[in-house]
Structure formats: structure tokens, C-alpha cells
């Protein structure tokens, strides 16, 4: 049985089991989340899972917490407790470290490889002192700027395990090792001072250029992979934040008291004032006002809330005081239920692998066999130690990772530069991945194709001119304050000019309100509202609201002197170029759907408008998040396009998740690419370029282990000298640069032309 929270001292027949959270420092890949997942399970009454992209491990245990972190540190790896109020900088602090290492290894490394190639090729050239001054320069780049690679590989050795980071810092030490023994040999003869024998023996060259070339390579590609992973627990960061810090209760003799929300309780009466966010899910018990609920229901139109009604929390109360019995808090809220959704989803994305990682587990031993095999069978041959030793180094040289640690992280720089042009931002290797095999487009509804926010639509007079009913209708508004009010005063502005001024005005309970206006009675609100209030409304003005509302708008009915005079449509609007993106995207073949938590007949509306026949309303944001994984069940790769706070669970959980920058911070950190500007004829361009940035990323891991299986037979021979070996890994990696550089001329058009073939 398992329940949250249990003390670990209590004396009973079986230990409590309780959830607990761990931020895991050190992974470097996630080969590293499953080693670490492995550790933590061996533990007796202990099941874990361990996140990469969010360095969390969750945990249900009985066992205490320093037993876990001793665990993990065991295992090679950082390990701290997660507090409630979740207070980590892990991957920041990452990306800082790595970026302080990157740089030192550049300011001394270019100089010392220089040298160190420079005086190899020409030893003539070599002075006095010559070889302190390259160790001076080099040591401190194979040491601390490479420690990291040196801990995690001596970490994979105690756990009896390679990685390649094994590879990485074996290739290091072997090239830092030879370079300080050919450095107290004599240079070679003038006879070989030019030509090819120089090149073709190991005597008297230096290797320290390819040490320092491999730790500044690898760590360029460390950096932006910390940066992507740093970005992964960004999209949780936002919904942490998303909640009050302080909410006012009302105790049981009325007063007010300010306490901090995370010692609201279930039970506890607060108070919500115009323009603040509900502190926790609730119900109203004293008290009315609009509710905008459209970042976390989808609804582009805010709901009255009375006594009775329940609230969400992190929605927006607008014109009126509510009071609210909390009804759950914590990770029992709907925000709550979202963080964990966003979480499981970004989990599940983390759990596959990176190429390099797959075949890491077969081709690191491997190399590492070759190149200890190469020098037993040179040093049985030949009996002579130096040629066995430099046959060996060239394998483990040639087969070093440079430009295997280049292949993605230069084709994502690239293509992140030239997205931006496009008004495109792909944020990880996830989108890229995902991209060639989307065959679906899952659509939110209000702030993604339409707006996110309303509008007159649609006046329909009875007895009167249309510009008669806006001008009475604005004319109370104007001393409103929720959004339908200001979308009736901008019309009103924008058509007709000034309006009236109202006197006696007072707000009604369900979204309405009456006044004065130049000596005549005006009410305006729901036909409900309006009979309630004594008005008579005539049956036409009743067939024209309902034929609005069968269209999927609201209706703002407003009388005059105790007869309904007609109904403003108010409805969300399509943004620019939605259409005509919706057409673009069938024109690549891919299937749409729209999904919202709106009615299902402002949903229908809006479809028939974009011209996609799939429509999924009213559905919860978990909900949506479930329609997700449906559509991945069935066999599709599913791409999600939103905007919204409830639609951060869907984006994180989608194979490619799109958000609006002009949407929240939730959506846009939970997503795999972020659309900037408001024309979503972006989406097209950024599937494209998605697609094209894979294929370049698959050309240069193909190039990379190629050129690997091709020349170490050739190494192991002995027909390269390290020398060479390095100089044809940096040619590999110039290949895998340039390769990538290809992106910058991407042509959205041409690749129309290329996908549609």
C-alpha cells in the first residue's frame, strides 16, 4: 500500500512507503539516467524512475533518504532531496560549469594544439624550453577542463560498464601519455624533417594537439546538450511558479488574515479579489464575478461564477469579489495533476536513447579491444614497443568521437540559426527526431488558430438600427470591467465613435448590468437575465440568440425601457493565415484536428471556417493529454499545436510539440518548438525545416562511425601514424561541419517542392 508522506521511524510491520524526489547531478547522457535507475532499484523496498531531462529521480520508498543520495553518489553522481517548494538550480548550474570549462580550453587549447602540430611537422622549428611551454599550455586542458569525462568514465569502470565517455577520456590520456614520451626522444633525421617518414613514423611527434582538440569538441557538444536539458525542466519551473505566494483567508470570526498559499489547507475560506488568481481549486461561497479560465479550460469566453460554482485554480477572477472554500490543494489540484502530467510526459521522452548512446554500449568495448589487440600483435611481431604503442594510439585516435559529438549539436546550431529567420525555434533533438514521421496535427483552438480574444462578431437589431443597439449596449459597458465588456467598448470605438455616458449604473449578478442612458432604462446581459429583470423579450430576438449560439458565439442581449431591442454575436476570431496554414499542412500530407475545451458548437464553427473535418470539444486538460496518447496508441506520430497553460501536458507528451510565443511560459517550455510571431503558416516551415535538419543530422552520424569502421582496420595496420589519425578526425569533423552549414541556404519553398515529390 502506498501512502504519500509516511515516517520511515514508525515502528510497524511494514515500513511506510513514501514518494520521494532526488535532483541527480552528473548525467551526461541517458545511458547515465538508466545506470543511476539501476542503482537506486537494487535497493530493497525501493522502485524508482529517473528523468534526464529534468535530472529528477522519483522514488517509493521505505528507506531513508541519505540511504538514496549514498546510493547515487556510489554510483558516480551528485544526489540531493527535493523540497517541497522544489528549489533546485542543477541544470543551470551545469550549463555554468560546463561553459566556464569550455572556455579555458579554448583560451589555452587553440594555443597549445597549434604548437603542438606546428613542432611536430617541423621540429627544426622546436626551441629551448619548448616542451614546458606546450605542457603548460595542454596539461590544464586534459586535466580539469576533461575531468568531467575522466569521473564519468572511472565511474563506468567501478560500475564494470563503458560509455563514451570512456572512449572520450582513454583517447585523452593515451594522446597526453605519448606526447610527453615523444617528448624527451631525439627529433628524427633531417632526412625526414619534410616528408612523408615523419609523418609515417611516431618518432619524435607530439599528440598533445589531438588531446586538446577531442576535450574542446566533446565539451562544445556537453554545453548544448546541457542547455536542451535545462530547457526540458523548464516547462515544471513555469507551473511552479504559476501559483499565488500569498492568499488571504477568512477565519472563522471573519477576519482576513494574509498567509502563505502552501499553508492553505482544504477547508480554508480565501478571498479573490478583481484581477487575481485563484489560489487553489475550489468552490465560490459567497459572492460572483467572471472567471477567465481560457489558459487553463480553452474556453475563449469567461464564465460567471456564483455561490455554488466551482473554480480552478491559477485562473483570473475579473469584476468581482468571490469567496472560496478550498476544496483541494497541492498536487491534488488541477495544476497539480497537469505538473505530473507534464513531468510523466517529459520522462517518457528522455527514455529514448540518443543514437550515439545505443551504439555506444557495443562500439566503445569494441574499439577499446582493437586497440589493445593492435598493440599486443605489433609488440609480438615486431618486439619493439614504440611502433606497437603508436599503432594502438592511432586506433583509439581514429576512432575517438569528435565528430560523432559534433553531428547533432552543429546541425541544431544551424538550423536553430536559420529557424530563427523563419520564425522558427527548435529547442532539442527531440523535434528533429520526431518530424519525418508526423502524420498527424493536433490543433488548439482558442490563442493558437484563433486569437484568444473576443469579439463583436455579429449585431442583430429588433425595432432599432444595429449602430442604436451597439451605442446603448457600450454605453453601459464602459463602466464594466470583464472582457466582453471591453470587446463591446472597442467596437464600439472602432464603428461608431463616442458613446453616451451612463448614469446609476450597477452591476448585475450573472455577467450583466443596468444603468441609465440618456432618461432610458437600459439592461444588458442573458436573455436569462433580462427575464429575470422584468424585460420582455420578443420571440425574434429569442430565434436570432439561439441561431448565434447554434454558430458557437455567445450573446449579449440589451433592452431598453423593459423591452429586449436585439443581441451582439461575441465570439474568438481566427488569427491571420490560420486557413491558410491548415491548407499547407494538408498539402504535406498530414492529417488535422482541432481540440479544445470549448463548446462543441463554437468548435464546429471555427473548424468549418479553418476546414478541418476532426473535431474534439470540451475536453479537460488531462483529457487532452489522453486524446494524445489515443491517437500514439493507434499507430500515429502525433504533433500538437497550442498555446495555453492545459496545453502543456499535450505538448510535453506529443511526439512534436509546437507552442506560440505569444502564449504562456508553460506551453512554450513544455513544447519541442517554439512558433514565433502570431502566422501560423510558420508551422508548415518548421516541419520542413524539422525535417530537413534530420536528414542532415543522419548524413553526419553516418559519415561519423563510416569514417570510423573504415579506418581503424587501416590504424590497426599500421598504416597511420597518430599524427595522421588525428589530422583525418579533424577532416571528419570539417566534414561534419560543413555538412551542417548546408542548413543556412534552407529554402522553405524548395523544401515544399522536395516533401510534396
Known amino acids: 500500500m502506498l501512502l504519500d508522506g509516511g515516517d520511515p521511524t514508525m515502528t510497524t510491520a511494514s515500513p511506510a512507503v513514501r514518494r520521494a524526489e532526488l535532483v541527480v547531478g552528473g548525467m551526461t547522457c541517458a545511458a547515465c539516467a538508466t545506470r543511476v535507475e539501476r542503482k537506486l532499484n537494487k535497493l530493497e523496498g525501493v522502485t524508482a524512475s529517473v528523468n534526464y531531462a529534468t535530472e529528477r529521480a ?22 540531493e532531496v527535493l523540497g517541497r517548494d522544489r528549489p533546485t538550480d542543477g541544470p543551470a548550474a551545469d550549463v555554468r560549469r560546463i561553459w566556464q570549462r569550455l572556455v579555458i580550453a579554448l583560451l589555452l587549447g587553440v594555443p597549445a594544439a ?48 563503458t560509455s563514451m565517455d570512456t572512449l572520450v577520456s582513454t583517447g585523452i590520456i593515451a594522446a597526453t601519455l605519448w606526447s610527453g614520451y615523444a617528448m624527451t626522444r631525439p627529433a628524427p633525421s633531417a632526412v625526414l624533417d619534410g616528408g612523408w617518414g615523419l609523418l609515417l613514423r611516431p618518432s619524435g611527434s607530439l599528440y598533445l594537439d589531438v588531446a586538446v582538440g577531442v576535450t574542446i569538441f566533446v565539451l562544445a557538444g556537453r554545453l548544448y546538450e546541457a542547455k536542451v536539458k535545462h530547457a526540458s525542466g523548464d516547462a515544471l519551473r513555469a507551473l511552479g511558479e504559476l501559483g499565488v505566494k500569498d492568499v488571504t483567508i477568512v477565519g472563522a470570526d471573519g477576519r482576513e488574515k494574509l498567509i502563505p498559499a502552501g499553508d492553505l489547507r482544504p477547508g480554508d475560506h480565501f478571498v479573490v479579489r478583481p484581477g487575481e488568481t485563484v489560489a487553489t481549486d475550489g468552490v465560490v461561497v459567497s459572492g460572483s464575478c467572471a472567471v477567465d479560465g481560457s489558459a487553463m479550460t480553452g474556453e475563449s469566453v469567461p464564465r460567471e461564477a456564483t455561490a455554488g460554482d466551482p473554480v480552478l485554480g491559477a485562473t483570473v477572477a475579473i469584476g468581482g469579489r468571490i469567496v472560496v472554500r478550498a476544496t483541494s490543494v497541492g498536487e491534488d489540484t488541477r495544476l497539480g495533476r497537469l505538473t505530473r502530467l507534464v513531468e510523466n510526459a517529459l520522462f517518457e521522452k528522455a527514455r529514448v536513447q540518443r543514437v550515439a548512446d545505443r551504439i555506444s554500449a557495443v562500439f566503445v568495448p569494441v574499439v577499446l579491444a582493437l586497440a589493445a589487440g593492435t598493440f599486443v600483435v605489433w609488440y609480438a611481431v615486431g618486439g619493439a614497443a614504440e611502433p ?49 514521421a508526423v502524420d498527424t496535427v493536433v490543433l488548439d483552438k482558442t490563442g493558437t488558430v484563433t486569437t484568444g480574444r473576443i469579439a463583436v462578431t455579429g449585431i442583430h437589431p429588433h425595432g432599432v438600427e444595429a449602430d442604436e443597439v451597439l451605442r446603448l449596449t457600450a454605453a453601459v459597458e464602459q463602466a464594466s470591467e470583464h472582457l466582453i465588456a471591453t470587446a463591446i467598448v472597442t467596437e464600439a ?39 429575470d429583470s422584468g424585460v420582455t423579450v420578443p420571440p425574434e430576438v429569442r430565434t436570432e440568440a439561439a441561431r448565434s449560439e447554434g454558430e458557437g458565439s455567445g450573446v449579449v442581449a440589451v433592452a431598453r425601457d423593459g423591452v429586449a431591442i436585439g443581441v451582439l454575436a461575441i ?12 491548407a499547407e499542412l494538408h498539402a504535406l500530407g498530414l492529417r488535422t484536428i482541432l481540440l479544445t475545451g470549448d463548446r462543441e458548437p463554437t468548435a464546429r464553427a471555427i473548424a468549418a471556417e479553418l476546414g478541418i473535418d476532426e473535431v474534439i470539444a470540451e475536453v479537460l486538460p488531462d483529457e487532452k493529454a489522453a486524446v494524445i496518447q489515443r491517437l500514439r496508441r493507434e499507430g500515429r506520430t502525433v504533433a500538437m499545436v497550442g498555446d495555453g497553460i492545459n496545453d502543456a501536458p499535450a505538448l510535453a507528451g506529443a511526439d512534436l510539440g509546437f507552442a506560440l510565443v505569444t502564449g504562456t511560459d508553460v506551453a512554450a517550455n513544455a513544447a519541442d518548438v517554439v512558433l514565433v510571431g502570431t502566422d501560423l503558416r510558420v508551422l508548415a516551415r518548421a516541419v520542413r525545416l524539422a525535417r530537413a535538419t534530420l536528414r542532415t543530422i543522419r548524413g553526419n552520424l553516418w559519415w561519423a562511425f563510416g569514417y570510423n569502421v573504415a579506418a581503424i582496420p587501416v590504424a590497426a595496420a599500421g598504416l597511420l601514424n597518430p599524427l595522421i589519425s588525428a589530422a583525418a578526425m579533424a577532416a571528419s569533423s570539417l566534414f561534419v561541419v560543413s555538412n551542417s552549414l548546408r542548413l543556412r541556404s534552407f529554402d522553405a519553398a524548395r523544401a515544399q517542392t522536395t516533401d510534396t515529390q
Request: glycine share 10%; charged share 15%.
Open 58 to 79: 522519483v522514488v517509493h520508498t521505505a528507506v531513508p533518504d541519505e540511504m538514496l543520495v549514498a546510493e547515487v553518489t556510489r554510483a558516480g553522481y551528485r544526489a
Open 114 to 161: 597549434d604548437l603542438s602540430f606546428t613542432l611536430a611537422l617541423v621540429p627544426s622549428l622546436r626551441f629551448p624550453g619548448w616542451q614546458l611551454v606546450v605542457l603548460a599550455l595542454g596539461l590544464p586542458v586534459v586535466t580539469w577542463c576533461a575531468w568531467p569525462f575522466h569521473a564519468k568514465a572511472a565511474a563506468a569502470l567501478k560500475q564494470r560498464t
Open 388 to 436: 606497437a604503442f603508436g599503432a594502438g594510439l592511432a586506433v583509439l585516435i581514429i576512432a575517438c568521437p569528435c565528430a560523432l559529438g559534433l553531428a547533432t549539436p552543429t546541425a541544431m546550431l544551424v538550423a536553430s540559426g536559420r529557424g530563427a529567420q523563419l520564425g522558427v525555434f527548435l529547442k532539442g533533438h527531440q523535434a528533429i527526431e520526431a518530424a519525418r
Open 493 to 531: 470605438d472602432r464603428t461608431i465613435g463616442a458613446v453616451p455616458m451612463v448614469t446609476g449604473f450597477h452591476a448585475l449578478a450573472g455577467l450583466g448590468a443596468r444603468g441609465e442612458v440618456e432618461g432610458h432604462d437600459v439592461v444588458v446581459g442573458s436573455l436569462r437575465l433580462l427575464a
Open 571 to 582: 465570439a474568438d476570431t481566427l488569427r491571420r493565415g490560420s486557413a491558410e496554414a491548415v
